[in-house]
């Protein structure tokens, strides 16, 4: 069964600090795996996307590694800021004859404290 | 073109009524998904389309549901007889073949049955 699992479930960091986001995943085939930032109320929205050949992919201040052997992903926030309070959703794409299927994770809510 | 679009935004309604909300997607997007969201979980992934033909139902979509796209832009999600259990926030997605089938979220339509 495809899965995608995500520590921590809730996490609190002070304003400035940097943070780590983890995704372990068992999908098969891999196709793709995405980052998505998703703000309370609000719809995700995606940050990176990571093929099989990435290991490594920043976006400003985000930084998403991935690791296609031992199934891991971390998404890394650099000197967070306030408004990177939201819920991180990490998604992994399986190929398939009909099209890509997509598994989400539960999320990583973070807040960011002043 | 602002992006996926969903309303209405916010749906509080009754026990055992219908309600229908509508989403149209990035204009060019020939695929459409809908998904549902619980509070602190990831997406549920309930159905999606490709152009007018609906490919694919989870099992999540039960017989009070129903989704079209007729003419290949737009969506509706129909849900009849609502139940307490119905209240989620209810996102729709789109996204072009190829294009590692990266999704574009709309903010969601909230439904809360009473």
């Known amino acids: 069964k495809n899965q995608v699992e995500q520590s921590p479930q809730s996490l609190i960091i002070l304003e400035g600090k940097n943070c780590t986001l983890q995704?372990?995943?068992?999908?098969?085939?891999?196709?793709?795996l995405r980052w998505y930032k998703q703000d309370t109320g609000r719809g995700p929205v995606s940050l990176t996307i990571m093929t099989f050949s990435e290991n490594t992919k920043s976006n400003g201040r985000y930084t998403a590694t991935l690791d296609a052997d031992t199934k891991q992903s971390s998404l890394h926030i650099t000197a967070s800021q306030l408004s990177d309070s939201a819920s991180y959703i990490c998604v992994v794409s399986a190929r398939r004859d009909a099209g890509n299927m997509l598994t989400f994770g539960g999320g990583t809510r973070l807040m960011v404290k002043p | 073109d602002t992006g996926v679009s969903q309303n209405p935004r916010h749906k509080i309604t009754k026990r055992g009524q219908n309600v229908t909300f509508r989403c149209d997607p990035i204009s060019e997007h020939n695929r459409l998904y809908w998904y549902r969201q619980t509070l602190g979980q990831g997406p549920e992934f309930l159905t999606y389309f490709q152009n007018e033909a609906q490919l694919e139902k989870s099992r999540l979509l039960s017989d009070r549901f129903s989704a079209e796209r007729p003419k290949g832009s737009f969506s509706t999600l129909e849900i009849q007889r609502t139940e307490q259990g119905d209240s989620a926030m209810y996102l729709c997605a789109s996204s072009l073949i190829g294009h590692h089938g990266e999704l574009f979220f709309g903010e969601g339509s909230r439904l809360t049955v009473l």
């Open positions: 995704c372990n995943y068992t999908v098969s085939p891999f196709s793709n």
